[in-house]
């Protein structure tokens, strides 16, 4: 660790959540067909409660669960290569299974995605609600815009909103939920009281009576309080608007990406921002890098897994989750032609990206070269090697990058998770990065996240909390803001 003032600097407690999709393969299209992969249960509810015992029995503190709303139909111009291969198609909505994976645990959390753009805010914040009630507090929002168009034709529209535009509906969106889970009750709103025969006192509750441009919303909430009021909120996004909504609403961010060069830079910036533009601690955000392990004993067993897993993978599926990620179709283009020469600005600043961050210092970035890139670990780094030499790289991450933690990915379901609970997490020990248990057992997924008894609400100074309606606050003494 670098000096901070002459001293060494202490090291940071790693946040760590697994990385899953209700699909099959998830950033690893075509791994599903490898005898030792069990991605491909993800129907089955107990396939889900089983991993989050193991999780659990390893100490992880969350669960995270992408989502997207449509297939990734960019490449070929077909949904073909995503059927095909399995690149996450067919996914079940995540929500759903939280509930069941709750009931077998007591300490895990669950970050689940939800968009933004494509449900009404007063109907998702009764689901979140519910979902924190039944999981007793331990449930996480990755507050997503959606950016797939075959989503937005399948909800009725021809195409995705404008980029900026999708992010000022986002932050009305999340100012709706904050008046609805923490403006309308008061935190004693049900008194259950029986000699009264009052279940709910009405006047601790109140509507919200919002009018934007993209919501009407009178309220109140229809579910009363649940133990956090507000699910941990997650996002993901580093263009100028996705880091200024991040910079006030996110209490961690997501960032995937090659290298940690890559990400450095904007993670900076929008802890730059949210200490100068809304007040906050820098420390206040946690980041969270995607990272996928290959981890073995030795280097050797490290590298015959990597080779093992290579024959699995689907190019095909890779181009069609690049496709998707980008809006780049890559077909048109010839198997040995050098992309960062190609006419399309798009396709050559995109390519240039990858290849300059690149480890294999590949001279020639063909579709092909792309595709190995993308088929184990997807738009994540791949750390292959012994639990020390991981190790090594997660360092190297929070060293060069300043993140709080990691999202792992997996390359076999639910092997690589078994595998970084066996080795790398005890390595991670050893070297003081990691927990030896929760913070707080039994507590919600912030008071875990933050390590801190007590925090089941959002910061003093996130701006959530300026809609908190607390026990013993007359109304008259709390408006809701604007």
């Given at each position: 660790m670098a000096a901070e003032n002459g001293l060494p600097r202490q090291k940071k407690q790693l946040i760590v959540n697994a990385f899953v999709m209700m699909c099959s393969g998830h950033q690893s299209p075509g791994l599903w067909q490898h005898p030792d992969d069990e991605s491909w249960k993800f129907n089955d509810v107990y396939h889900w409660i089983n991993l989050a015992k193991l999780l659990e029995d390893a100490k992880f503190h969350g669960i995270?669960?992408?989502?997207?709303?449509?297939?990734?139909?960019?490449y070929k111009k077909s949904l073909d290569p995503a059927a095909i291969s399995g690149a996450q198609w067919p996914v079940n909505e995540p929500l759903s299974v939280v509930p069941a994976m709750a009931a077998a645990t007591k300490n895990i959390g669950f970050g689940v995605t939800v968009s933004t753009t494509y449900e009404e805010p007063y109907h998702l914040a009764r689901r979140l609600a519910t979902v924190d009630h039944l999981t007793?507090?331990?449930?996480?929002?990755?507050?997503?815009?959606?950016?797939?168009?075959?989503?937005?034709r399948n909800m009725g529209r021809k195409e995705q909103l404008a980029?900026?535009?999708?992010?000022?509906?986002?932050?009305?969106?999340l100012t709706t939920i904050y008046k609805l889970l923490l403006s309308s009750w008061r935190d004693d709103a049900v008194t259950l009281n029986r000699t009264t025969a009052t279940y709910t006192d009405p006047t601790l509750l109140r509507p919200i009576n919002h009018t934007g441009r993209f919501f009407s919303v009178p309220g109140p909430a229809i579910t009363s309080p649940s133990p956090q009021r507000l699910p941990l909120l997650l996002q993901a996004g580093t263009s100028r608007a996705g880091k200024l909504f991040a910079a006030e609403h996110a209490e961690a961010i997501f960032v995937s990406a090659h290298s940690p060069a890559v990400v450095a830079k904007n993670i900076a910036e929008v802890r730059s921002l949210a200490s100068e533009k809304f007040g906050r601690n820098k420390g206040d955000i946690k980041v969270l890098a995607l990272v996928v392990p290959i981890l073995g004993r030795t280097e050797e067993e490290a590298q015959a897994k990597y080779r093992d897993y290579k024959q699995y993978a689907s190019k095909e599926g890779a181009l069609a989750l690049w496709g998707g990620w980008t809006g780049i179709d890559l077909e048109p283009y010839g198997n040995d032609e050098e992309l960062r020469?190609?006419?399309?600005?798009?396709?050559?600043?995109?390519?240039?990206?990858?290849?300059?961050?690149?480890k294999g210092g590949q001279e020639k970035w063909t579709k092909h070269t792309v595709a190995e890139h993308v088929s184990l670990g997807g738009n994540g780094p791949l750390l292959v090697g012994t639990a020390a030499q991981v190790a090594d790289g997660i360092e190297a991450w929070v060293e060069e990058?300043?993140?709080?933690?990691?999202?792992?990915?997996?390359?076999?379901?639910?092997?690589?998770?078994k595998d970084i609970a066996e080795l790398l997490l005890p390595e991670l020990r050893r070297r003081g990065l990691f927990w030896d248990d929760y913070a707080v057992p039994g507590g919600t997924y912030r008071e875990n996240f933050y390590g801190k008894e007590g925090q089941r609400y959002p910061l003093e100074t996130h701006v959530a909390s300026k809609y908190h309606w607390k026990a013993g606050v007359a109304a008259s003494e709390h408006k809701i803001p604007e």
């Open positions: 995270f669960i992408a989502d997207v709303l449509g297939g990734y139909d960019v007793k507090g331990r449930l996480g929002w990755n507050i997503v815009t959606s950016y797939l168009d075959s989503a937005a980029h900026d535009d999708r992010y000022l509906q986002a932050t009305e969106y020469h190609v006419e399309s600005n798009a396709v050559r600043s995109t390519v240039d990206a990858y290849a300059r961050f690149s990058a300043d993140v709080d933690g990691f999202n792992f990915g997996y390359v076999l379901f639910p092997q690589s998770f």
